[in-house]
């Protein structure tokens, strides 16, 4: 007898319950630990309590099949098909957010989780959307587009510039520095989008937009105080 699961949309669908969930984690973790974690120690302990939480929320679920379809039931609206049998992005996510917290500047690690939060999510609307132009396949990034990375660009490059503004070591960057720090952002983010890492994107995405846009940024003396 076949066990009656609800379905869920796979990658290529617009899930945008799924997206939504996505862009407000992010901002809820960024926005809470501004305000209750200023400090990093705390900021990395309170991401690392939850995420400890969440694996064990994920191991009760794949390890009884009750609980498994009473999460499904709760949560069905923002599974994507095959995570009913496997470790939720949940998981990667906030390991993602986490390692970004560890290794960056909070500076930094806050924008890598919001190009985590809005960057992935965009590049998937408008590829599922508008992506016409896929990207070559000797590039190993399967269902990924021209129009996708464009779109992760621009809504980071935006991102970046907003957060700029309220950054104390970003804050009173010059007209034209601001514009090559904006851009570096946008960059990193389309890159740890692309980039073919053997991992979840959730996990990927920020580690990479993080480690490029602060090194560079670095490198570039745009913000010498990221060498620190």
Request: with cysteine; glycine share 8%; net charge neutral.
């Amino acid at each position: 007898m076949t066990e009656d699961r609800p379905k869920h949309p796979s990658a290529n669908h617009l899930h945008l319950p799924r997206r939504l969930f996505h862009m407000a984690s992010g901002t809820a973790i960024v926005t809470i630990g501004i305000i209750f974690f200023p400090n990093k120690r705390e900021f990395v302990a309170a991401l690392t309590i939850l995420w400890i939480v969440d694996l064990g929320i994920e191991a009760l679920r794949l390890g009884w099949p009750w609980f498994n379809r009473t999460i499904e039931k709760t949560m069905g609206n923002i599974m994507r098909e095959g995570e009913q049998r496997r470790i939720s992005g949940i998981a990667y996510y906030l390991l993602g957010c986490l390692i970004s917290g560890i290794i960056f500047p909070r500076e930094i690690a806050n924008l890598a989780i919001l190009f985590l939060a809005f960057g992935d999510p965009v590049a998937s609307l408008c590829g599922v959307i508008f992506g016409k132009r896929r990207l070559p396949d000797s590039w190993e990034v399967p269902e990924k587009s021209w129009e996708g990375s464009l779109g992760c660009f621009l809504v980071c490059f935006l991102i970046t510039l907003n957060m700029s503004f309220y950054m104390p070591r970003t804050v009173e960057l010059e007209i034209m520095q601001r514009l090559a720090f904006c851009i570096l952002g946008g960059l990193g983010a389309a890159l740890g989008e692309l980039i073919p890492l053997r991992t979840d994107d959730n996990l990927a995405l920020p580690v990479v937009s993080g480690a490029f846009l602060w090194l560079t940024a670095a490198v570039l003396n745009l913000v010498p105080g990221f060498y620190f």
